[in-house]
């Protein structure tokens, strides 16, 4: 994957959500959401469940890497399984991509590829 040298537009940023029905219901009531109308109606959140395709969630994910109003991306771990070779992909700090528990599945900091940098990073010295 080419690596993306962006700015965030810092008056605009965004907070992005990739998950199940519950976790992306409760971060959009809590104000998370955005459509714009400008482009098609492009949303900053998918809703992921049984038939949702790994395409899908790739595709995306790699909408929100290149979106300059995203400055996190907010992906639940058990979703992040189903793409680990997309989100090991991405090097960049901007936008920050974390993995999160889901109400089906508790969190596992041993998947995290976050987690498991900053390990590597620490047991080196």
Known sequence: ????????????????????????????????????TSRRNAKNFLVVDSRTTIATIEETFRRFLHDKNIAVILITQNVADRIRPALVEHTDAIPAVLEMPSKDAPYDPSKDYIMQRIERMFSSE
Request: cysteine-free.
């Open 1 to 36: 994957m080419q690596r993306i040298k962006q700015k965030v537009n810092t008056e605009n940023a965004l907070v992005a959500v990739i998950g199940d029905d519950d976790t992306v219901t409760g971060l959009l009531l809590a104000g998370v959401g955005n459509v714009d």
